[in-house]
């Protein structure tokens, strides 16, 4: 009888997993010094089914042929001066906020996942992980390059990477990635695999995603689509890991359940950021950020976290509370910016009278009882020359690093505040969410680089406001504070003048 | 008859951003490789300590004894990013596809003596392991590494090994009628035979290896300049009639490594050429794995090929090969 031929399965498992080998030379646990010290328990790694069967050659073919599409796009969109196509200036502060406060994050994940990559003991999830962290290159590489032909007309777009280890609302991202790469590889996973690439991938991509589509930004929303079939790849691998390791131990449940606690918070805090751009930031608004969460994590979450209780695992601590927060949340980190405008790496501005009725409308529980009065109040003080700023340095909060803003669960009238004492220091939070972060790794959290006290302590290049913007590399009165009178708007009316020029 | 494409010109503010510009000199235009790279790992006010490693930042100049007063020296003459890495490899693949096509076409492997395809199992395909360690260092040197000039590459070489630890799977499923039995004997030649065991020995070895200048000098030095040089540069004779089909489906391998080999030796030389110490630390590195690959490839050789000549020849090169770059062995 002639033996059988592979089939597909097999074979790609002879190209992954039967090249590697229990090595005797060496011990193992030398070989994968990592893997163990966060107690989750693998007792067979061969268990592991491949999420995607993709070899390098099949890699390389389908990565080349869509970076050949992709920057044929972006010589075109250049060629062509697509950036006075947009729906207004204002939206390249979408851009602003994307490059300085996401691409480095896409960075760390290239970074993240090249540990995993070589770390995690099981080389399945191995390859899939190595693949991952090419495709982050890819993510950081091309978005610089999408937004590179930006950078030479708009401010703010510059210093990306400089402001990103400095600026004070650029801790928040960072802190948050940084968080992920200091923790072990099992975590790292459940962070950035499940929580940040499954459960909330779509509420970051897909508001800058379309945003960029409503309003005429075809390069990036070219970049968009081109990323879209590695994303897919990256959900199917978040998915696969946490199930993954709920099946190989019950042990693992209650540290996944308060790894998947801690990454939802943290990652909502975060994508604070998104909610106040989709809201307050695009000219031609693509949905409310109260829509995009009911879409996105209410439904989706709750059907992905009802197929997970049979693992045991539960929805994510203060779930609830996150969804009243989409209330609020893009209101109160809006009115963050524009009292801070002065220190900001992007414009501000107040909204206009139709923007203000399409958030009553999207926000009828909300916004005309609590905002909407305030928003006007600011915009009258403007026109009397009284622009509202705060000059006093906020207080930050020691988990998310986000100035203590947000109001009390249920009570949007009074500021939250929680918190926690260790070794005779005090240290504060924005949330309860927060507070549990902390009170669950002290010792990590005490060590936050906070912006504020980085400034007091005199780290942050002087004590005036002046010294420290200088430090940050900030062009002052072009990167930072209201978009009318910027050199942006500027630049925006001489390029609309010229058209109407041309038309007539 | 010429057309005229009329486009408007727009006086750009600038031309790159601050922090290449820096690097430049100043404000001129940039290449996508440059913008892509330069300075792009963060350098600066990290927020927690490592829990796997809280003696170290997770980006720390200081998880190597070699040291750079600037890290973005050392730069890729192929100036890959990661568009142009792919579309290079695509196309490098054609080659490998139209090769695998025309050995299959004409069976150029299924009809070799039972002797020969069980010497190309043996001699051959355990080399597919080597390439999976390979990759796992290439793995580390990205992760651990200081500065995209460096680590980005790192990632991209570690593609290529799994893409060449899976060209070499793919010739012994030709051998074994895509059944896989080929691949468990080779692997168990690899796990068991005399033949492999000092090769196998001294990849593992690299494993353990925390300082990543020192994997990376072990892996471009030691691994690629001998052990992969022999089988795939010095070992010809070993196959006999299957020599011509063997160099066309490991066509690849030939030309990354001329390829591969640029970048790695522009790497070594300028870190060398930073300081008498660098030049020190990294000429005893070069000096340990390039005599301890030699003796690895010896019974591997004599094996192939009948003596250990071929081992020298290719330890030989990669002495001569590591003084071009400036270290003195
Ligand atoms: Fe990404
Ligand atoms: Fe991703
Ligand atoms: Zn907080």
Redesign the pocket.
């Known amino acids: 009888m002639a033996p059988k031929k592979l089939g597909l399965k097999q074979r790609y498992a002879h190209m992954t997993r039967g090249l590697d080998w229990e090595t005797s030379y060496q011990p193992m646990d030398a070989v994968y010094p990592f893997d163990s010290f966060e107690g989750i328990k693998i007792k067979d790694w061969s268990a592991w089914e491949d999420p995607f069967r993709l070899t390098m050659d099949a890699y390389w073919k389908f990565q080349g042929e869509k970076e050949r599409k992709l920057y044929a796009v972006l010589d075109a969109f250049a060629q062509n001066n697509g950036q006075t196509g947009i729906s207004d200036a204002r939206y390249a502060n979408v851009l602003k906020l994307f490059l300085t406060g996401v691409s480095p994050l896409e960075y760390q994940a290239h970074r993240g996942f090249a540990f995993a990559g070589r770390h995690l003991r099981g080389v399945g999830p191995r390859v899939a992980c190595q693949m991952q962290s090419l495709d982050e290159l890819r993510h950081v590489q091309t978005q610089i390059h999408t937004i590179s032909h930006y950078n030479k007309y708009f401010d703010g777009i510059s210093e990306f990477r400089h402001m990103h280890d400095r600026v004070w609302y650029l801790s928040v991202p960072k802190s948050f990635f940084d968080d992920a790469r200091s923790a072990g590889p099992f975590e790292y996973m459940i962070a950035i695999g499940f929580a940040f690439e499954y459960v909330l991938t779509n509420l970051l991509f897909v508001p800058f995603m379309s945003g960029a589509a409503y309003n005429g930004d075809m390069s990036t929303v070219t970049f968009g689509f081109s990323a879209q079939s590695d994303e897919s790849r990256h959900m199917t691998l978040g998915i696969e890991v946490i199930k993954f390791l709920l099946e190989q131990h019950p042990d693992n449940l209650p540290i996944v359940q308060k790894w998947v606690d801690k990454w939802f918070w943290r990652g909502h805090?975060v994508l604070g950021l998104v909610a106040m751009m989709m809201d307050y930031m695009l000219p031609k608004p693509v949905m409310s950020w109260k829509e995009a969460w009911e879409i996105y994590f209410t439904e989706a979450g709750g059907s992905l976290f009802t197929d997970l209780a049979r693992y045991g695992l539960k929805v994510p601590k203060y779930a609830d509370v996150a969804t009243a927060e989409a209330e609020h949340i893009s209101h109160q980190n809006w009115a963050i910016f524009y009292q801070y405008t002065h220190a900001a790496g992007f414009h501000t501005w107040m909204p206009d009278k139709a923007h203000l009725d399409w958030l009553s409308e999207k926000y009828p529980n909300t916004f005309d009882k609590y905002y909407r009065p305030r928003w006007e109040m600011w915009a009258e003080m403007e026109k009397q020359g009284k622009r509202f700023y705060n000059n006093a340095l906020p207080q930050l909060?020691q988990?998310?690093q986000?100035p203590m803003g947000y109001t009390e669960p249920g009570d949007p009238t009074t500021i939250a505040f929680r918190c926690s004492e260790v070794d005779g220091e005090t240290y504060h939070?924005?949330?309860d969410g927060?507070k549990d972060i902390f009170d669950g790794e002290p010792e990590k959290y005490a060590q936050s680089w906070l912006p504020v006290h980085q400034i007091f302590q005199g780290n942050c290049g002087g004590a005036t406001v002046p010294d420290v913007l200088n430090w940050y590399r900030m062009n002052v009165g072009a990167d930072n504070m209201d978009y009318v009178g910027s050199p942006d708007e500027k630049l925006w009316n001489e390029w609309h003048a010229g058209k109407v020029r041309d038309a007539v | 008859m010429t057309v005229q494409i009329k486009t408007i010109d727009l006086e750009p503010k600038r031309h790159t951003f601050g922090h290449i510009a820096r690097r430049l000199g100043g404000d001129k235009p940039a290449t996508r490789y440059q913008e892509a790279t330069l300075d792009l790992q963060a350098t600066d006010n990290f927020h927690y300590k490592p829990l796997w490693e809280p003696e170290y930042w997770h980006y720390d100049t200081r998880k190597t004894a070699v040291v750079m007063e600037d890290w973005y020296k050392p730069l890729d003459p192929r100036q890959f990013y990661y568009a142009t890495y792919n579309i290079s490899r695509a196309n490098a693949n054609q080659a490998v596809e139209r090769n695998f096509t025309f050995v299959e076409e004409r069976d150029l492997l299924g009809k070799l003596d039972a002797a020969l395809k069980a010497k190309l199992i043996s001699g051959l395909l355990p080399i597919r392991h080597l390439h999976w360690g390979s990759n796992m260092n290439m793995a580390e040197a990205c992760q651990r590494g200081y500065g995209t000039a460096v680590t980005a590459p790192c990632i991209f070489s570690a593609g290529d090994h799994l893409g060449m630890a899976q060209i070499v799977s793919r010739i012994g499923l030709l051998l074994d009628e895509q059944t896989g039995a080929a691949l468990d004997t080779a692997k168990d030649a690899w796990m068991n035979d005399p033949a492999w065991q000092g090769v196998r020995r001294l990849i593992e070895d690299t494993f353990v290896e925390r300082d990543w200048f020192h994997l990376y000098v072990a892996q471009t030095l030691g691994v690629n300049a001998v052990l992969l040089d022999l089988v795939y540069k010095h070992a010809d004779a070993a196959w006999g009639p299957a020599a011509v089909p063997v160099a066309m489906l490991t066509e690849f391998m030939a030309d990354w490594r001329a390829e591969e080999g640029k970048w790695s030796d522009a790497v070594v030389k300028t870190v060398a050429a930073e300081s008498e110490a660098n030049k020190a630390l990294i000429s005893g590195w070069a000096k340990t794995w390039i005599d301890r690959a030699e003796a690895a490839a010896r019974p591997l050789a004599t094996a192939l090929l009948g003596d250990a000549a071929a081992a020298t020849a290719a330890a030989d090169a990669a002495r001569t090969r590591a003084r071009s770059l400036g270290l003195s062995l």
């Open positions: 805090r909060c988990t998310c986000i939070f924005c949330s927060c």
